[in-house]
């Protein structure tokens, strides 16, 4: 993590001076020595959720195929560019001080306050060692008490996430106050219980390939337990324009952007061209996803000079407005979840009854008749085998994550579904993105812990093309 020099420096310089204890004379009688929990909770979920740019939200749009690049195509085409995530640890930082926090405070038993902390750091963590691998994990929030913090593997940040996960919905409890400061789900502690367990079942499917054992086991604990199954329940960040708390696709500039082919084809169910699903029947929620409706033509992706390729179609601005509800973890991503589940237990009713109510509800999620419909032939195209059922299976998930490139993503990885293809004039070795590289500043201020980090990836190399354990 980035260094404040300026800080360290006047710390080196009161280190340096005779030790004088003032007492409480810098002490103001009036106002409360404590941090404000409610403040630092809002704090670190807005810092998080409203980040936009290109690491921490287009590129991984780009690396998805949800989106292609008019300009500036380095991104689509996987430059070697080091990462950032200064904002996540940033959000995380406050996070950690509202768990840290009392255990009480004048409302009461604080539990769900430390509970919903818990399980927004717990998304972001996913998030920050899905996208680098090996991360500060154990030491990184202890700020200048460990300025260079060591990494922590995957696996271990992994086991960790499921754990805490388990801890914070334990935590969760009528008893305690209400949350006023939960901008998510405004205190209702039974949808944040199910998110709790949607999250396990994310966690478990992700570490699925390197122990299985254990991934079906908290899986189907969470699934017993109550997942999110309804969009109302689903985990939705609502800005506040008014407080200048903007969707962070707002920030994006419109015209470096265009819906990639990749996605348009796919849903119009173009036999051919740069459609890579075996979907053969128009989606309905295209006209909810594009500015050019059923028609319009995204832009042929991964080119660095796009002469010749026409495009029609730009992410809608129902979804890219400032003031519109950014839909984080909807509630079809559990169903596809469960569907894979049954994929893996070799169940087929169960993997198509939840295929198909994955995609209804993805559809009702987009206001969009037709779900039922589209479900049935998208189930025929799965055929008899089940590996036919995983790869519709994994195209819907693709489809029902829509805008959220960064989950698309790590699924994509993870499942090899849906089969994208990686850009014909490419910057990096050839291979669609692994991850991404390691901040500059790691390799220079943090060397020999960064160098520990890199011996976690496969191969062992601080490039994109690099797999994360999760992967290898």
């Known amino acids: 993590m980035k260094k404040i020099y300026l800080f360290l420096t006047i710390l080196l310089c009161i280190a340096s001076c005779d030790r004088v204890d003032y007492g409480d004379i810098n002490v103001n009688p009036y106002a409360s020595q404590e941090a404000n929990v409610d403040a630092l909770l809002r ?56 768990a840290d926090a009392p255990n009480t405070d004048i409302r009461g038993d604080n539990s769900n306050m430390v509970a919903i902390a818990e399980l927004t750091s717990i998304l972001i963590w996913k998030k920050t060692t899905d996208s680098f691998g090996d991360i500060p994990y154990t030491e990184a929030l202890m700020q200048e008490e460990n300025p260079s913090p060591a990494y922590t593997p995957q696996a271990d940040i992994y086991a960790d996430l499921v754990a805490r996960t388990i801890a914070a919905k334990g935590m969760l409890k009528s008893t305690s106050f209400t949350v006023d400061a939960d901008i998510i789900y405004g205190g209702n502690i039974s949808k944040w219980r199910k998110f709790a367990n949607s999250m396990l079942m994310s966690l478990a499917m992700q570490m699925s390939k390197k122990d299985a054992a254990t991934a ?12 999110i199954t309804a969009n109302a329940d689903s985990f939705i960040f609502t800005p506040d324009t008014a407080g200048n708390v903007t969707n962070p696709w707002s920030s994006l500039r419109p015209a470096d952007f265009d819906l990639s082919r990749t996605l348009t ?24 996803f594009s500015t050019g409706g059923m028609t319009g033509k995204g832009l042929v992706y991964g080119y660095g000079d796009n002469a010749g390729n026409d495009s029609d179609a730009k992410i809608n601005t129902a979804i890219s407005s400032p003031g519109s509800d950014l839909v984080v973890f909807p509630a079809s991503y559990t169903h596809f979840l469960i569907a894979e589940y049954y994929v893996i237990k070799q169940n087929a009713t169960q993997a198509q009854a939840f295929m198909k109510s994955g995609i209804e509800t993805s559809y009702a999620q987009w206001g969009v008749a037709g779900g039922s419909d589209y479900a049935t032939q998208r189930i025929a195209d799965a055929g008899a085998t089940f590996p036919g059922h995983a790869r519709v299976i994994g195209e819907e998930k693709w489809i029902g994550l829509f805008p959220n490139g960064y989950a698309a993503w790590a699924e994509q990885r993870r499942t090899g579904f849906p089969a994208l293809k990686p850009s014909p004039e490419p910057l990096n070795a ?27 990836l496969s191969p062992q190399t601080d490039n994109n093309s690099s797999k994360v354990w999760w992967n290898q």
């Open 43 to 98: 704090a670190g979920t807005i810092n998080y959720f409203t980040a936009g740019g290109r690491f921490y939200l287009s590129n991984a749009t780009l690396y998805s195929q949800y989106q292609s690049q008019t300009q500036y195509t380095d991104e689509q085409r996987y430059n070697e560019a080091p990462g950032f995530w200064g904002n996540f640890y940033t959000s995380l930082v406050n996070l950690k001080a509202v």
């Open 216 to 227: 079906i086991s908290v899986f189907e604990a969470a699934l017993a337990d109550g997942p």
């Open 265 to 288: 084809d796919a849903m119009q169910g173009v036999v051919g061209g740069e459609n890579i699903t075996n979907n053969t029947t128009a989606d309905n929620r295209l006209a909810k």
């Open 430 to 456: 050839g291979t669609l993105p692994e991850r991404f590289p390691y901040p500059n500043e790691e390799s220079t201020i943090n060397s020999t812990n960064y160098a520990v980090g890199v011996k976690g």
